[in-house]
């Protein structure tokens, strides 16, 4: 498996987001959020290439906003990038997993046809 440092604008998309829907009780805001964004993907990085350690770095938040399709795919290329070694055991890698479910969730409550689908057969 490789893995690489997803872009700054990948990082603002996803802080974007969390800070929007409220995930993260801990953090203080988008600026927060990202910056242990970044690291956790700073870490798997390092984790995989332990020769090659990345360097962590301040992060400034910018907005960026993506519709939840893309806002899912983006949770999950960033997710796959940082499961290296045990961090998919730490509380963020789990807390954004369970965040990635609240979006599915969501496009699917949106989907067309949606609120025409039985509960119980």
């Given at each position: ?13 996803l802080s974007t ?76 890698y789990r807390s ?21 689908l039985a509960r119980?057969?």
């Amino acid at each position: 498996m490789s893995c690489y440092i997803v872009s700054l604008r990948t990082i603002d998309a996803l802080s974007t987001a969390i800070a929007r829907d409220g995930w993260d009780k801990t953090a203080k805001g988008q600026q927060e959020i990202g910056q242990l964004l970044w690291n956790l993907n700073v870490d798997a990085y390092n984790e995989r290439y332990s020769g090659e350690n990345a360097p962590y770095m301040p992060y400034t938040a910018h907005t960026v906003r993506l519709p939840d399709r893309h806002l899912y795919k983006v949770l999950s290329g960033y997710l796959y990038q940082c499961s290296e070694g045990d961090l998919p055991d730490c509380e963020l890698y789990r807390s954004l997993e369970r965040y990635r479910i609240r979006v599915v969730d969501r496009i699917m409550c949106q989907s067309p046809g949606w609120d025409d689908l039985a509960r119980d057969l």
